[in-house]
């Protein structure tokens, strides 16, 4: 063939020829190889390595992986619709790759268990880059060893139980004081109250912030970030990835400043976290930073107020739908109002660990809240588990919405029913409860949460009534509002 087409030119253009023929044939070796190169690449990426059997699954794109799937808003109460359908298709465990990472998503309650068990021997904490990004790189999650066991030590100084003892006057004293005000408002939307509340009772405990007498409203920053939180990771203008980041930078500045002002200005006493981070900052041996005590704060701010108001929000939503549970809530505040020598009073501890049905109603609302969608970890090395490999540097999600709606455990899983927890204790994390975490990176401020939860129930059955609104124009009917446009008015009980 190649005398053909040389021969098929005058011999003047022979050299040029061949260099034209060599040009084509050079072109289309590389393509060949380029071809052959993408097509390995392409089954390599689908097919990962491993010294055993993957479990099943799909790898999704080259690159970006099922990332847009798992980012994709989810709408209902139920398991996010990325871990359904593939626990449909896959079974419990399958394989995954988010933001060029490969992951193994666990809904198996025994592998969940094992995994919280064995963190710091064959798992450790591990969060995506772009979830790095934003809380922080050294952010407690981020963090392992003897430095986490620091911070957590720290944490628990301020949020264990004898501290929340002495919290709890304040506490009733912030939820009293919103609750008159929001009856006395013509319409209040009740998720973003609930979160002004205890942003504002956190904020003051840990760095004395009163957004009266502040310049700067640090909570705005909280809501940026909030925003763009769950959202694709990309850093340009006008996406909700970048409002985020920029509201974290807003946000750890005002917290710089605080603590610049702290610093200038240091207190006798200790009144708040700020003071022990300053006292730890002026040890000789201290290990902590100034950059890790931030990220600490910016994530505690977070996780407190955030957290927490979803699930208050859900938990008044419930009691407004459910009659029988809120007469029971109601019943048993009154009783310990009825018991007090003197009936005006504040809440007491012994008082607050006495309130059976209420942890039952906190356990139900936390569990369809499933406010965590994933909780992750990365594989230190090869793990056997079952029929399955789990390969070494994979990371693995935690599921707790699979676990909390789980039919075999959970009869109608989504029905609000408070007495499935009758006779259940639950001070930590189990198979089929894990709504703080767990393991040794249980939440921390679990307790706090409670407290909050139920003081705040206590304010609300005791001192006010509620007035189911049906039907009419809710914007202009006073009352709480929720997100979903349900309507619920609060009245002053009469004395």
């Not at 690449?41 to 491993?50: E, G, L, Q």
């Not at 200005?265 to 009144?271: C, G, V, Y």
């Not at 989504?414 to 001070?427: C, K």
């Not at 930590?428 to 129930?457: I, N, P, Y």
Request: aromatic content about 12%; hydrophobic content about 40%; glycine content about 6%.
């Amino acid at each position: 063939i190649i005398n053909i087409i040389v021969l098929s030119f005058p011999i003047k253009d022979l050299s040029f020829s061949y260099l034209h023929l060599s040009s084509i044939m050079w072109g289309f070796w590389f393509l060949a190889l380029l071809v052959i190169g993408l097509i390995r690449w392409v089954y390599r990426w689908r097919n990962p390595r491993c010294n055993g059997k993957l479990p099943p699954g799909s790898m999704g794109l080259p690159l970006i992986g099922e990332t847009l799937q798992f980012f994709a808003p989810n709408t209902t109460s139920e398991i996010p619709p990325f871990v359904k359908e593939r626990m449909k298709r896959y079974g419990p465990i399958f394989k995954t790759n988010l933001v060029g990472r490969p992951v193994l998503v666990s809904t198996d309650p025994d592998l969940n268990y094992f995994i919280f068990q064995q963190e710091g021997h064959l798992f450790e904490s591990w969060y995506p880059d772009t979830f790095t990004e934003i809380f922080g790189r050294q952010n407690v999650g981020s963090l392992h060893g003897f430095m986490y066991k620091y911070l957590k030590n720290m944490v628990l100084n301020l949020f264990g139980p004898e501290s929340l003892k002495k919290m709890i006057p304040e506490i009733e004293q912030a939820a009293s004081k919103r609750l008159k005000k929001w009856s006395q408002q013509e319409s209040v939307e009740i998720k973003d109250a609930t979160a002004t509340m205890i942003f504002d009772l956190t904020a003051k405990k840990l760095i004395s912030y009163d957004q009266d007498s502040s310049s700067e409203n640090l909570r705005e920053n909280f809501l940026a970030f909030i925003q763009g939180l769950i959202s694709f990771p990309i850093d340009i203008p006008g996406t909700a990835y970048h409002k985020c980041l920029q509201g974290r930078k807003r946000a750890m500045k005002m917290l710089k400043n605080l603590l610049n002002e702290r610093r200038m200005n240091r207190r006798k006493q200790q009144s708040d976290f700020f003071d022990h981070v300053l006292e730890e900052l002026h040890r000789d041996d201290t290990i902590l930073t100034e950059g890790i005590a931030l990220d600490l704060m910016f994530v505690l701010l977070f996780a407190s107020f955030e957290t927490t108001s979803l699930a208050l929000t859900l938990a008044m939503k419930f009691l407004s739908d459910h009659p029988k549970v809120l007469k029971q809530l109601t019943e048993e505040h009154e009783a310990i109002v009825n018991r007090r020598q003197n009936p005006d009073s504040g809440l007491t501890w012994k008082e607050y660990k006495s309130m059976t049905f209420t942890f039952q109603f906190i356990n139900e609302t936390v569990r369809l809240a499933n406010i965590v969608p994933g909780i992750f970890r990365k594989v230190k090395r090869d793990i056997q588990f079952k029929d399955y490999t789990i390969p070494a540097g994979w990371a693995v999600m935690v599921c707790p919405p699979a676990v909390h709606l789980n039919p075999t455990k959970y009869e109608d899983p989504l029905t609000f029913n408070p007495w499935r927890w009758d006779g259940q204790e639950i001070n930590g994390a189990t198979r089929h409860f894990m709504a703080f975490g767990g393991g040794m990176r249980f939440c921390v401020g679990t307790e706090f949460t409670k407290v909050q939860m139920a003081t705040f129930l206590h304010c609300l059955v005791t001192k006010y009534r509620w007035n189911q609104i049906k039907g009419g124009n809710i914007v202009r009917t006073p009352g709480l509002q929720f997100p979903d446009g349900y309507h619920v008015q609060i009245l002053e009980r009469d004395t």
